[in-house]
Structures are given as structure tokens and as C-alpha cells.
């Protein structure tokens, strides 16, 4: 497997490409501990830019420690000039998919973060519905969280991604998926994921961008939610060398991207040429 | 399966019992939260002394949120009369197992339990160790540990025991499993465990009673660890009604005790006659 910087020559798909689907945290920016914004990565502003020039573009997030109109609100202070109603994140997805099966939450997510379930029923849980709470990640939460579903038949964990870890400024730091599999494991509950790498959450972006599979390509840091779940659904998909990137993964044993890039601008360059 | 209390003629196998291995946590006692005692199971004082006035009796207990001397001070209060020896806890065994395997471990215990690996070295950690740190299972904490896997080429996590949940005064509540399985997803690490239901901690058990495994019965109220772990080494194995019992375990998948009593008490009745 050659993953050398390919050059626009070598991707014979890259004209075929009519619409770009980003993923955030890792590819255009780092996330900061607490309070700390985090950072852009170099070059991904500009990249934004370019493909907003000629292109569709959504930005396909699984990012559920704060609101949609956080995330949006950050990424505009860090310098990105984004459409809100253009940033996908699990947590809305997922309050319209409660609703209609009619489950009722209860809720397991960083404070604020309620604020996307407020038409949601939540009197006599039917269901756990967790959000990367961080540090809200307490023995206490998580105890709750397990007694509801301890309590039922037939316990159901929804969880708003299933990541294993992200890149913050100050390290890698655990995401979600790790809490949500021991709750799994204590309480053997059925688990449904909301977000990358799960078909319905890349159906939704196809179906805003108006796109089909073969004509849109995935760029992300992750190799198993956005490289390994879009090329599930057919969709090109480039690794950036940013975020959480490990160099084992250059022989990763079960996903090989279609394009490795050193970062968001090099992708774009190289498919846009 | 007949689930009903059985008379003593209907067990032919008590009259070879030489030898009592007791599960501590739901069996003897039911824990408190925080600095709760928790309380003894009605007649299980008694039954302990019983036991010992006539047989080889040893506690085998998966308890790491406490010290062992703690443990013991603890059951002293409630009224059981134990002899410290005779209390087998999976801290001090790692402890052994880590200088002899020249492990150096980062510890993720509750605050006290890591005067149990005094003499461990714990400089350049190559193994995390995790006990039942209750809410000592921070963001921070887990984070901390997450850390040191991830910087592992070939990660190795040992918990003492991997309990789903145990039963508290207050309710069920997480027992160290769920943190332990949510850390192996994270980092993809190797996991060890030493607690039931593991063959060597059976083991230590029956050289230290000096017992063969046929004329030794294992009580206790985790179906999995207690009952199904005491079976796979050919102990015979009672399943108690106290503790962590759910009456769905009456038709559990895969575990058949040898007996299902009410309690500790009813279970010496029924093998002592």
C-alpha cells in the first residue's frame, strides 16, 4: 500500500467529485481541555474557503459535548466561515429519531447538551441516551445511567457515537464509546449508535447535499467512523494526517483509505488539484 | 431445573464437602455507600460460625475498594467472627503476581488501596492495574490510565476482578467491569484478571485449604463468577438468593448451580444437614 502524498494524477476519482463531507474535530480543528478553544489546524480555514467557492460541502460531526450552535459558535471564533444548517452533530439527529419511535430519554450527556432534546418526553425512561459528558462522566452519572437500564426488560443504550478516543491540545483523551461499552457490558443492553459510522447518519448528509455516493468523498481522522464507515456506504474516503492519526494505522489490518493527505488542505489540493 | 429449597437427602454429593469457600460481598454482608457499614444477612454470623467450628472455610472475595485489613475490620464490626488469614482479596495477590512477573503498574485504585502494592515498583508503568475505585472512576482518572495504554505499543490492563455490578444498600451499582471493558475498546489492550472467576485465584484457595476440589463447595451470589467459575474447576457450586440474585438467573443461559438457596444460612443447613 503506497501512502505517499498521491498527485492529482493519481486519483483517477477526483473528477467524479461533486461534493466534500468534513469531518471537525481532528480535521479542522483540535478541541481544548474545559475552557480552552482549542486550535485550528494550519491550513484548514483556507481549505474550507476553496471548497465552499465551488463545491457542496457538510460537515458530518460526531461531536456531542456541546449544542450544534456551540460547535458552530467555536468554529466561527477559531476563524471558519461555515452555514450553520451545513454542520450535522448527533444530537438533534437524534432527538428527531427518539420522537419518532416515541422513546423517551433518559439522558446522559455534558451540561447544556440537554437543550437539543427539549421536545423529547422524558417521564418513565424507555431508553439511555449518552453524549460525550467528559468530565460529567461521573461514578454518580454513570450509576444513574446503569440503574435505569438495570431496571429494564429489554435495556436499549443509544449513544451519539462510539469513538475510542479523540486528539485534545493537551493529549488523546477518552471519548464516549468507551463508557457506553461498559455500560453495555454491566447491564447487557442493546446499543444503538447516532452518528459516523452508522448508514442512516451518512444517508442524512447525501440527502441534504442532494448527492449520490459516487460523486461525494468523506475526509476525516478517524480511520474506523470516517474512512472505514463511508467507504461502507460506498463513498470515497481520505485519512488526514491530523487529529488522532496513529502511524500504525499505515497498515491498518482491516480499512485502506483512498487517499492519505498530510491534512485538510493537502486533500483538497490534491482533489481539487 | 427445580429451583426449590432442597432437603439434605437430595444432595448426595454433601457428604464429601470437607471444605467452604465463601463469596463475602451479598453472601455475608450487603456494602454501604461511602462510609455505611452496610449490614450482615440475616443469619450469615451464624452460619460462618457454624462453618467454622467443623470445617475448612476460606472467603474468596473479588473486594478491591478496600484493603484487606480494612475488609476485615469491617466484617469484625458487623459481628462475623473471621480469622484475616483466611481472607483471600485480589489486591494482595496482584501484588505478588506483579514482582513476579517484573510488572510496574500505574495504579487506578480507590484512595488507601494502594498501600496493598508497597512493594511494587511503579516508575516507567508497563501494565495498568485497576481495582473498584468507586467514585474514584473520575474523567480524570480513567483519562490518566487511557494515557498510559495508549502510549503502550502492546498495552496491558490487569483489573482485580470484572464484576458487572454488586449490590448496595442504596440499589445495584457498577462494579469495576463496565471501566475495565470501556478502557480494553479504548486502547485495543491486552486485559488480565485476577478474582474469580479466574482458575488460579480458585487455586490459591484450595492449596490453602489443603482440599482437593471434589470435597469443596463454592457459595456465592454471582452466577457467573461465583457459580459458573467454581463449576469450570469442578468445585460444586451454591447460588444464594441475597445479594445481586435476579430470579432471571432461575433459567440463566448457561449456569446451573449444584443448589440455589435462600441464603448463606439455608445453603450450610441444607449440605451440614
Not at 481549505?47 to 456541546?66: K, Q
Not at 444548517?85 to 419511535?101: D, F, G, M, Q, S
Not at 454491566?186 to 451518512?202: D, L, M
Amino acid at each position: 500500500m503506497n501512502f505517499q502524498m498521491a498527485l492529482a494524477e493519481d486519483i483517477p476519482w477526483r473528477t467524479s467529485v461533486r461534493g466534500f463531507l468534513l469531518d471537525v474535530t481532528g480535521v479542522l480543528y483540535n478541541s481544548g481541555g474545559g475552557r480552552d478553544l482549542g486550535e485550528a489546524i494550519p491550513g484548514s480555514i483556507e481549505a474550507v474557503r476553496r471548497l465552499y467557492a465551488g463545491s457542496s460541502v457538510r460537515f458530518l460531526s460526531n461531536e456531542s459535548s456541546s449544542t450544534r450552535a456551540e460547535l458552530h459558535a467555536k468554529l466561527t471564533k477559531l476563524g471558519f466561515d461555515i452555514k450553520i444548517e451545513h454542520l450535522i452533530t448527533p444530537a438533534p439527529v437524534c432527538a428527531k429519531y427518539l420522537n419518532r419511535e416515541s422513546l423517551r430519554p433518559h439522558l446522559l450527556v455534558k451540561a447544556g447538551v440537554e437543550t437539543e432534546f427539549v421536545g423529547c418526553h422524558m417521564v418513565d425512561p424507555n431508553c439511555v441516551v449518552m453524549g460525550d459528558a467528559e468530565e460529567g462522566f461521573t461514578y454518580d452519572a454513570l450509576n444513574k445511567a446503569f440503574r435505569v437500564l438495570h431496571g429494564m426488560k429489554d435495556p436499549l443504550l443509544i449513544s451519539l457515537g462510539c469513538g475510542k478516543f479523540y486528539q485534545r491540545t493537551d493529549g488523546p483523551c477518552l471519548d464516549l464509546g468507551g463508557f457506553a461499552k461498559g455500560l453495555v457490558f454491566a447491564t447487557e443492553a442493546r446499543h444503538s449508535v447516532i452518528g459516523k459510522p452508522s448508514t442512516e447518519y451518512f444517508t442524512i448528509a447525501l440527502e441534504e447535499m442532494g448527492l449520490n455516493r459516487e460523486s461525494v468523498v468523506m475526509i476525516g481522522d478517524d480511520i474506523v467512523s470516517d474512512v472505514g464507515g463511508a467507504q461502507k456506504q460506498g463513498i470515497k474516503a481520505v485519512q488526514v494526517r491530523t487529529g488522532k492519526w496513529k502511524e500504525e494505522w499505515a497498515n491498518h489490518g482491516s480499512v485502506r483509505p483512498d487517499l492519505v493527505a498530510d491534512n485538510l488542505s493537502a486533500a483538497v489540493s490534491a482533489i481539487l488539484g
